[in-house]
C-alpha cells in the first residue's frame, strides 16, 4: 500500500488508527497493530508474507536460544544460522535474476542454452532483513535482552510505517515502545505529525514525482534508436535524479515519522539536509542515516573499523561501501556505485578538499566545498540510475554541452567587435548569445526551467533546516502560528496544482 494514495490516507490510516485508540488498554492491541501491518505489507500479494516470516520467526527462534545459553560455541553457531539465513534468503530474492542472466550471456556463445531465473522481489526484504538480524546479533553481543511475547516481536518487525523502505530500526529502540501501553499523543504532537505527514506528500508528490516526470521524458529519447540525446539533457537527468531519489525517500522517511507518531512511537529521523554535507563522512551522517550506521556498526567497526592503520581503514571502507551498493540492488552499476563512494571516503580522508577550502576561503569556501561534494554525489547518482545502454548518451550529452556554448558566442562574434569598438554594452552580448543558445538548444531550456521550478522549494526548505540542524518538518513548532498557517496553505496549493496526479511508488520500494 503506498502511503500517497487515497486508500491510505482517507481509509486505511483513520480506521487502524481508530482502532488502536480503541484497543490501547487492552492486551490486544498490539495483535490488532500486526494484522494492520500484514495487511498494509500484503495487500500487493499475500504471498509477500512467506519469507517475511520465515525471516522473523526464525531470528525470534534463534534470540531465545543465543539469550538462554552460557555456551558461547552454541551462542555462535546460532547466530551464525540466523545471519546465513538472513543473508541466503535475501540473495535468492534479490540476486538470482541478475546472476543467471548474466551466466546464460556467459554461456550463450559455448551454444548452451540457459534461461534466466525470474523471481520477484518482495518489497521490504532488505529493510526487514537488517532489522531482524540486528535483533539477534545484539542478543550475543548481550545488548539486549529478547523478548518472550511473539506478538510484540512481530509487531516490531511489521510496524507499518516505516516497514517498506526505512528508518531500520534496532529492536533496543522501538521494541520497547511498543511493547508497553503508551499515552494519549498531545495536542502538540499531532499536529507535528499531521504536519510531517503533509509535507512528506507534497516532497513526494510534487517535488520527487515531477522530477521523476522529467527522467522518464529523457528515457524516452535515449529509447529511439540512433537519436543522441541533445546537448545538456544527460546533466537534467543528473541534476533530477538526484533531487528525485532525495525528495522521494525523505518524503517516505518523513511520513512515516508522522504517521508513527500518531500511534505515540518515536521513529530515527533518516535524512539531515545531505546535499548541505562537505564531505562524504558528513554525506553518510546524513543520507539514509539508519541504514549507515547499521553498516558502521554491524560491519565496518566488526572488520576494525580506523583501528589498525590506514590501509586497514582503507580496505575497510571499501568493503563497506560495496556490500552497501550491493544492498540496494543487484547489478554492476550499483556496485560500481558503492566503489565510487567508497573511493571518496577514502580520497577525503588522505586528502580533506573541504578543509582545505574552508580553511583558505573561509566561508565562500565552506559553499564551494558544498558545491564541490554535491556535483561528486550526482557523479555517483548517474551509475546508481542509469542503464549500462544509457550511460554513454548522458555522459555524451554532458560533454556537449560546453561545446554548444561555446558555438553560440562563436556565432555571436560580431558582438564582441561591437563591444571593443565601443558600440555595444557588455550585457547585449550575454543577451544576444542567451537568446542564440535558447533558439538552438530549446529542449534544454525547456527542462532547465522546469527543473529550476522544482529544484528552488526542495532547495530553500532543506536551507532552513540545515541553519537549525533539524528537517525542514521538524521547524513546525517553532514557527508562529501565522507562518504555520502559511506553510501549510503553501503545502496544500502545491500539492493541489502541481502534484502528479498518479500514485507513483516509492523508489525505495524496489530495494
Keep these: 500500500m503506498q502511503f500517497n494514495s487515497y486508500i491510505f490516507i482517507f481509509v486505511f490510516l483513520p480506521v487502524v488508527l481508530a482502532g488502536y485508540l480503541l484497543l490501547r488498554k487492552t492486551r490486544f492491541a498490539n495483535a490488532f ?67 543467471t542472466a548474466d551466466v546464460s550471456r556467459w554461456l550463450a556463445p559455448l551454444g548452451i542454452a540457459m534461461t534466466p531465473i525470474a523471481l520477484a522481489l518482495p518489497p521490504a526484504i532488505s529493510f526487514y532483513t537488517f532489522q531482524s538480524m540486528s535483533y539477534t546479533i545484539d542478543i550475543y553481543r548481550r545488548e539486549f535482552k529478547p523478548y518472550r511475547n511473539v506478538v510484540d516481536y512481530l509487531s516490531f518487525v511489521s510496524f507499518f510505517p516505516h516497514l517498506v523502505a526505512g528508518p531500520i530500526m534496532r529492536a533496543r529502540d522501538l521494541l520497547p515502545q511498543l511493547a508497553r501501553m503508551r499515552p494519549l499523543p498531545s495536542a502538540a504532537t499531532v499536529s507535528g505529525a499531521l504536519f510531517m505527514i503533509l509535507f512528506g506528500l507534497f516532497q ?38 538526484a533531487f528525485q531519489i532525495y525528495c522521494d525517500f525523505a518524503a517516505y522517511s518523513t511520513i512515516a515519522r508522522g504517521v508513527a507518531r500518531l500511534f505515540g512511537v518515536d521513529l530515527m529521523r533518516n535524512f539531515l539536509t545531505p546535499y548541505f554535507s562537505t564531505n562524504p563522512s558528513e554525506f553518510w551522517t546524513r543520507w539514509h542515516i539508519s541504514l549507515s550506521t547499521w553498516l558502521r556498526d554491524y560491519l565496518y567497526i566488526p572488520l576494525g573499523g580506523n583501528q589498525h592503520g590506514s590501509l586497514m581503514t582503507m580496505r575497510n571502507l571499501m568493503i563497506t561501501m560495496l556490500l552497501g551498493g550491493l544492498w540496494h540492488g543487484a547489478g554492476a552499476f550499483f556496485i560500481i556505485w558503492g566503489f565510487f563512494h567508497g573511493l571518496l571516503l577514502v580520497l577525503y580522508r588522505f586528502a580533506p578538499i573541504d578543509q582545505f577550502l574552508i580553511r583558505y576561503l573561509g566561508r565562500f569556501g565552506k559553499f564551494l566545498a558544498i558545491v564541490v561534494f554535491f556535483h561528486l554525489v550526482c557523479v555517483g547518482w548517474v551509475f546508481f540510475r542509469a542503464t549500462p545502454e544509457q550511460f554513454w548518451p548522458i555522459v555524451n550529452s554532458i560533454a556537449a554541452l560546453p561545446g554548444a556554448v561555446v558555438g553560440i558566442f562563436h556565432q555571436n562574434s560580431n558582438y564582441w567587435d561591437e563591444v571593443h569598438a565601443g558600440h555595444l554594452p557588455f550585457f ?16 534544454f531550456s525547456v527542462y532547465s526551467w522546469g527543473l529550476l521550478l522544482f529544484m528552488i522549494p526542495a532547495w530553500v526548505t532543506d536551507y532552513l533546516g540545515w541553519r537549525r540542524n533539524c528537517e525542514f518538518a521538524d521547524l513546525f513548532h517553532d514557527m508562529s502560528w501565522p507562518l504555520r498557517a502559511l506553510a501549510i496553505l503553501i503545502l496544500i496549493y502545491g500539492i493541489v496544482f502541481f502534484a502528479r496526479r498518479e500514485a507513483n511508488e516509492f523508489i525505495y520500494f524496489a530495494f
Design 33 to 99: 497493530m500486526l494484522l494492520a501491518s500484514l495487511y498494509f505489507y500484503s495487500v500487493g500479494a499475500w504471498w509477500y508474507l512467506v519469507p517475511f516470516f520465515v525471516t522473523a520467526l526464525l531470528d525470534f527462534f534463534v534470540g531465545q536460544q543465543i539469550e538462554g545459553s552460557n555456551d558461547e560455541n552454541y551462542r555462535k553457531r546460532m547466530l551464525v544460522i540466523s545471519v546465513v539465513a538472513n543473508l541466503g534468503l535475501l540473495s535468492v530474492f534479490k540476486y538470482t535474476g541478475w546472476l
Design 204 to 241: 513526494k508528490t510534487v517535488l520527487a514525482d515531477n522530477f521523476g516526470g522529467m527522467i522518464e521524458s529523457i528515457q524516452r529519447m535515449m529509447a529511439n534508436p540512433g537519436a543522441a540525446l541533445p546537448p545538456g539533457m544527460g546533466l537534467i537527468f543528473t541534476y533530477a535524479f
Design 428 to 443: 547585449t552580448v550575454l543577451i544576444g548569445t542567451g537568446k542564440g543558445f535558447i533558439g538552438a538548444n530549446w529542449t
